[in-house]
């Protein structure tokens, strides 16, 4: 049975996302409702955390959390898998250094530049998330995840993923793997009147990108889209995740296992590729692509 240990660090964020997955968060670069480090590793202790665990820290924006530094470095003895969920944006800040390849950062980008500055809703967020990527591939030893987060608005102002290719040609790096998946519907997009792309268009927009990145023989991470456009994943079988799971959710206030039960869409019921719509919100596990292996993984 394989253990995750998720979590929500602190709520506060430096940046606005349209859709933010987190209507608790307050996006004023302060740290807000923060976990005390003692409190995330007295909570580790108490449940034996070993190096088959991984452990995932999120926010808000963690790299806010007034401790970072002490609870990163002071994963590295677990010898545990750890992923950070991060902006990228305040990276440059912190000495990474120690930190080894068991550590691994999923950084989000939404677009080129003029989209991704207008998705985060702050002017110069691009430069400064790709100023962390910089710094995270050629000065440490982690590995480093780009999560493309397919939106309507790169669908409207680049409709065939042009400029948003360019960009990874030219300056976004990244060294392990690439997430695509698309905006979700949340609160904070609904208030914001941002709807998610249909599953017809992220389907046909997908294509672009997962030709580009599979002819490059990048590791690539699919979940929370429609697959049935990408011919190298509708004509074979996916391998299945081997083991069991189950997700632990942590923050200052709460404590609650993951419900990991598949919710499945309208579409589903006809669709000769439901077996391979999956989503890493609902089952925690993605469709992984790597060097012609198609196969069942955890994001």
């Known amino acids: 049975m394989k253990r995750i240990f998720y979590f929500n660090i602190t709520y506060g964020c430096n940046s606005n996302c349209l859709f933010c997955y987190s209507h608790n968060t307050r996006h004023n670069a302060e740290p807000y409702n923060e976990m005390a480090a003692g409190q995330f590793f007295d909570y580790l202790e108490e449940q034996k955390l070993s190096e088959d665990d991984r452990v995932i820290i999120n926010g808000g924006e963690p790299l806010l959390h007034s401790a970072i530094g002490k609870i990163l470095s002071g994963l590295i003895s677990y010898g545990c898998e750890v992923l950070v969920y991060t902006n990228g944006r305040l990276i440059r800040n912190y000495d990474l250094t120690s930190l080894n390849e068991k550590f691994r950062f999923i950084i989000p980008i939404h677009g080129y530049e ?33 999560k493309l987060i397919l939106n309507n608005q790169m ?9 948003t290719l360019q960009a990874f040609e030219r300056e976004i790096l990244y060294d392990h793997a690439i997430h695509l998946t698309r905006m979700a519907d949340t609160i904070v997009s609904s208030r914001n009147g941002c709807k998610t792309i249909t599953n017809e268009d992220a389907s046909r927009f997908m294509k672009f990108f997962f ?21 190298l994943l509708t004509d074979c079988s996916p391998e299945r995740y081997p083991d069991g799971l189950v997700v632990y959710f942590k923050d200052k206030n709460q404590y609650r296992i993951m419900d990991l039960t598949r919710k499945r869409m309208d579409c589903m019921a006809d669709c000769p590729f439901a077996d391979r719509c999956m989503s890493a919100v609902d089952e925690y596990k993605v469709l992984e692509f790597f060097e012609n292996r198609i196969y069942e993984n955890l994001e």
Request: proline share 2%.
């Open 114 to 146: 003029e989209i991704h500055d207008r998705i985060t809703r702050v002017k110069g967020s691009y430069r400064e998330t790709l100023g962390g990527l910089k710094y995270l591939v050629e000065q440490t030893d982690c590995l480093t995840d780009v």
């Open 155 to 163: 669908i409207e102002e680049d409709p065939c993923g042009e400029k």
């Open 211 to 231: 030709d580009y990145f599979s002819q490059r023989h990048v590791r690539i991470k699919l979940f929370d889209s429609c697959i049935k456009s990408l011919e």
